[in-house]
């Protein structure tokens, strides 16, 4: 879409104007913004027009930066927080991402926040859950909200940590929360702070609705940029991986390198190992890795990671050919038991995260690709179905590889066979 396209989007979008929800009520002694009165109305015209040439100025402020930020949205974040803060007149602003099924808000840009209040954030602590947050009300429900005393809350008054840490750490008592929205609903908010109460006008309110809009453009962008990539890398790694297959007729070792790295480049994997093992087999051997530590390789040397699938869970993926998800390793029966293999991934290598992906020979598992990552994150769908498509392309190497093998045995044993029959003819 032009850049042209959007702005026209941008001005039907503001005209029909989101819901605005109003909290808090009117304080003794607060300050107040009141329309002022001017004598001569060519006063109040400049005014106006000043102001409008400020808001078409960070418009097209924003919109340039979008156009020069393919592949990255950040920089149109903090534009956009910069200008909303100066044009509201606002103490802080802030950018808050999530959506419904999350569990917890994150805070992915911001301008004057707190320190304390961006810690917050950074644990995990601001939840999603529209009975304890604005701004998940706000995105949940696709409503700006206006909170114009934070002090007059339930959220102040029950003691949320959220709310008495910009109340009592960062002064702020006047509040609003404006949904950033997608089709396929709200995804976060713009969330725009005072230090005194006194609300946000209707005109302030349009103005960071466009900004909204303009955010999700951005966002959308980026999304569009980094699928094309990730969708030109995935193909490339298949292609690198293939022409490794075709070069390997009596070795796959090179293919499982290969496609051992670029699973752990393309799924923002820390380390990756193939594990083989069978049906009937006592343990697991792995005969290739990328970045896995020597202490967990030396476990598997010396065969002691048994291929019992109420022991490992690598073992069971491979018996059961499904693919196993494991979003945190000590969450696990195998690290609460002692086991030591599963203390050696976690306390050795800090490993949290697991996905293990069966390599399926004619029905029957052979082994499994694992992934590891040090932080607590789930893999999305597409990462699985790149590594499934992965295992079916090492499965093709090692099928290569043992015709290859068995084809070189049948013809030294047909020229050993041959040699012998001479002998015999000679003798």
Same mark, same amino acid.
Request: negative net charge.
């Given at each position: 879409?032009?850049?042209?396209?959007?702005?026209?989007?941008?001005?039907?979008?503001?005209?029909?104007?989101?819901?605005?929800?109003?909290?808090?009520?009117?304080?003794?002694?607060?300050?107040?913004?009141?329309?002022?009165?001017?004598?001569?109305?060519?006063?109040?015209?400049?005014?106006?027009?000043?102001?409008?040439?400020?808001?078409?100025?960070?418009?097209?402020?924003?919109?340039?930066?979008?156009?020069?930020?393919?592949?990255?949205?950040?920089?149109?974040?903090?534009?956009?927080?910069?200008?909303?803060?100066?044009?509201?007149?606002?103490?802080?602003?802030?950018?808050?991402?999530?959506?419904?099924?999350?569990?917890?808000?994150?805070?992915?840009?911001?301008?004057?926040?707190?320190?304390?209040?961006?810690?917050?954030?950074?644990?995990?602590?601001?939840?999603?859950?529209?009975?304890?947050?604005?701004?998940?009300?706000?995105?949940?429900?696709?409503?700006?909200?206006?909170?114009?005393?934070?002090?007059?809350?339930?959220?102040?008054?029950?003691?949320?940590?959220?709310?008495?840490?910009?109340?009592?750490?960062?002064?702020?008592?006047?509040?609003?929360?404006?949904?950033?929205?997608?089709?396929?609903? !709200?995804?976060?908010?713009? *969330? %725009?702070? =005072? +230090?005194?109460?006194?609300?946000?006008?209707?005109?302030?309110? @349009? #103005? $960071?609705?466009?900004?909204?809009?303009?955010?999700?453009?951005?966002?959308?962008?980026?999304?569009?940029?980094?699928?094309?990539?990730?969708?030109?890398?995935?193909?490339?790694?298949?292609?690198?991986?293939?022409?490794?297959?075709?070069?390997?007729?009596?070795?796959? !070792?090179?293919?499982?390198? *290969? %496609?051992? =790295? +670029?699973?752990?480049?393309?799924?923002?994997?820390?380390?990756? @190992? #193939? $594990?083989?093992?069978?049906?009937?087999?006592?343990?697991?051997?792995?005969?290739?890795?990328?970045?896995?530590?020597?202490?967990?390789?030396?476990?598997?040397?010396?065969?002691?990671?048994?291929?019992?699938?109420?022991?490992?869970?690598?073992?069971?993926?491979?018996?059961?050919?499904?693919?196993?998800?494991?979003?945190?390793?000590?969450?696990?029966?195998?690290?609460?038991?002692?086991?030591?293999?599963?203390?050696?991934?976690?306390?050795?290598?800090?490993?949290?995260?697991?996905?293990?992906?069966?390599?399926?020979?004619?029905?029957?598992?052979?082994?499994?690709?694992?992934?590891?990552?040090?932080?607590?994150?789930?893999?999305?769908?597409?990462?699985?179905?790149?590594?499934?498509?992965?295992?079916?392309?090492?499965?093709?190497?090692?099928?290569?590889?043992?015709?290859?093998?068995?084809?070189?045995?049948?013809?030294?044993?047909?020229?050993?066979?041959?040699?012998?029959?001479?002998?015999?003819?000679?003798?």
């Amino acid at each position: 879409m032009c850049l042209a396209a959007q702005a026209h989007d941008l001005k039907l979008l503001v005209m029909r104007r989101l819901p605005v929800y109003s909290f808090g009520t009117p304080v003794p002694g607060a300050v107040r913004l009141k329309k002022i009165s001017v004598s001569d109305p060519k006063d109040s015209l400049s005014a106006d027009l000043t102001r409008a040439r400020q808001r078409e100025a960070a418009t097209r402020e924003i919109l340039s930066v979008i156009s020069q930020s393919r592949d990255d949205d950040r920089p149109v974040f903090d534009v956009i927080l910069h200008r909303a803060a100066d044009l509201c007149d606002a103490y802080a602003a802030a950018l808050v991402l999530g959506k419904d099924g999350d569990t917890h808000q994150r805070m992915a840009a911001h301008y004057g926040v707190d320190p304390a209040t961006i810690a917050l954030y950074d644990r995990g602590e601001v939840s999603m859950n529209p009975d304890a947050s604005f701004a998940a009300r706000a995105i949940l429900t696709g409503k700006v909200i206006h909170v114009e005393d934070m002090m007059d809350t339930e959220f102040y008054r029950q003691g949320v940590g959220l709310y008495v840490s910009i109340v009592r750490d960062s002064g702020i008592r006047t509040e609003m929360q404006v949904p950033l929205l997608t089709p396929m609903g !709200g995804i976060g908010a713009f *969330v %725009i702070f =005072r +230090k005194d109460v006194r609300p946000y006008t209707p005109d302030e309110i @349009a #103005l $960071v609705e466009s900004f909204a809009a303009q955010a999700v453009i951005a966002i959308e962008n980026v999304r569009q940029f980094r699928e094309l990539q990730t969708r030109l890398a995935r193909e490339a790694a298949t292609r690198e991986i293939l022409e490794v297959i075709s070069r390997s007729r009596d070795d796959e !070792g090179p293919v499982f390198d *290969v %496609i051992l =790295r +670029k699973s752990t480049e393309l799924c923002g994997a820390f380390a990756a @190992a #193939l $594990v083989m093992g069978s049906k009937g087999d006592t343990h697991q051997r792995i005969p290739a890795s990328y970045e896995v530590s020597p202490a967990t390789l030396a476990i598997y040397d010396s065969g002691v990671v048994s291929m019992d699938p109420d022991i490992s869970t690598t073992a069971r993926a491979i018996l059961t050919g499904k693919v196993i998800h494991v979003e945190d390793m000590r969450d696990t029966d195998g690290y609460r038991s002692g086991n030591v293999h599963y203390r050696s991934v976690v306390e050795d290598s800090g490993i949290r995260t697991n996905l293990f992906v069966p390599l399926i020979s004619s029905g029957e598992g052979i082994g499994a690709v694992t992934l590891f990552r040090k932080e607590v994150r789930r893999y999305t769908p597409d990462e699985i179905a790149l590594v499934e498509t992965f295992a079916a392309q090492a499965v093709i190497a090692i099928e290569n590889v043992r015709q290859f093998r068995e084809l070189q045995t049948r013809l030294e044993r047909e020229k050993a066979l041959a040699e012998i029959l001479e002998v015999i003819s000679q003798s």
